[in-house]
């Protein structure tokens, strides 16, 4: 059952009074036009607020963020001022002992790398963080490259039977013959490693060697390993410096157990007494 609402008719009168237009709109309206009207205030209050507020918000945001900015360009300028004389006295420092790692290089038939004040004077501009990560990254490199494929320390630690040069015939003890390398003493069965990093160009009997391994190194570098009764890795092989590579034995031109121990540099032999110690 529909109920009839209360309306009440309003009419509106021009000013001259000509005309007139009644509507008819609900008897509580009219009966209760203050509630409504505050109800409707209230709302224009609460949406003019909310707008008040959403935009002192996003002043605030606005100012963080400039403050923010402000901060990090501040940090950054910190950042990038770097103090000269400080700067030259550690570039100094670290070039002092590089040149000290390349007189071992070049004592040792290595080609010295050039530091940052080789080769002129050393310029008064100062360089940037970069450059000089770049520069010292790049070099140490190179030394580590060198580090890693330049034969070093002992393939067998034992001591020195025979040296490197001249030396009386070890079969019949007349005449003189020449030595290529180290004999050095060891058992039978011992275990000999590679000194350096490269890659395994021989591996087999080889003459007078007996049992042979020769191991091709960077910079020119080779190294022989002679009289092994037992050969560890194969041709084409590459290894790392310390790699277990043979056992230790007497085959070949041999008097008993050793290691015979060679290093060729660019087709040359030289004195491996020369790269057991750095």
């Known amino acids: 059952m529909n ?10 009168v021009s000013k001259n009074q ?17 509630k409504y009207f505050l109800g409707i205030l209230g709302l224009f209050l609460m949406l003019v607020g909310s ?15 400039n403050k923010l900015q402000a901060a990090l360009l501040k940090s950054k300028d910190q950042l990038s001022v770097i103090d000269t004389s400080l700067l030259k006295k550690h570039y100094q420092s ?3 002992k590089l040149l000290t790692i390349n007189k071992y290089l070049k004592a040792r038939g290595l080609k010295p ?9 050393q310029s008064d501009d100062v360089l940037s963080n970069e450059e000089i990560s770049e520069f010292y990254d790049n070099y140490l490199s190179k030394i580590t490259y060198n580090v890693a494929y330049t034969p070093m320390g002992y393939p067998h630690l034992g001591t ?8 009386e015939n070890p079969f019949t003890g007349e005449n003189v013959e020449t030595h290529k390398g180290l004999d050095i003493r060891a058992s039978y069965g011992d275990l000999v490693k590679s000194t350096a990093n490269g890659k395994v160009i021989f591996a087999g009997k080889r003459g007078g060697y007996g049992n042979c391994i020769v191991i091709k190194h960077g910079n020119g570098f080779e190294t022989y390993y002679g009289h092994l009764s ?11 410096a310390g790699n277990n590579i043979g056992r230790v034995g007497s085959t070949g031109r041999s008097t008993g157990p050793h290691l015979h121990y ?10 491996p007494r020369s790269f057991l110690t750095l």
């Open 3 to 12: 109920r009839k609402r209360n309306k009440t008719t309003v009419i509106f």
């Open 94 to 96: 670290i070039d002092k």
């Open 262 to 271: 060679e290093v060729h540099q660019n087709g040359k032999v030289v004195n």
């Open 160 to 167: 020195i039977t025979s040296g490197f040069g001249h030396r």
């Open 51 to 65: 707008i008040f507020y959403l935009i002192r918000s996003n002043a605030n945001i606005e100012l963080s963020k």
């Open 18 to 34: 000509n005309s007139s237009k009644p509507i008819q709109v609900p008897t509580a309206y009219v009966l209760h036009w203050k």
């Open 113 to 121: 790398i050039l530091t940052g004040n080789e080769g002129g004077e």
């Open 230 to 240: 037992k050969i560890l890795v194969k041709e084409g092989e590459n290894i790392t």
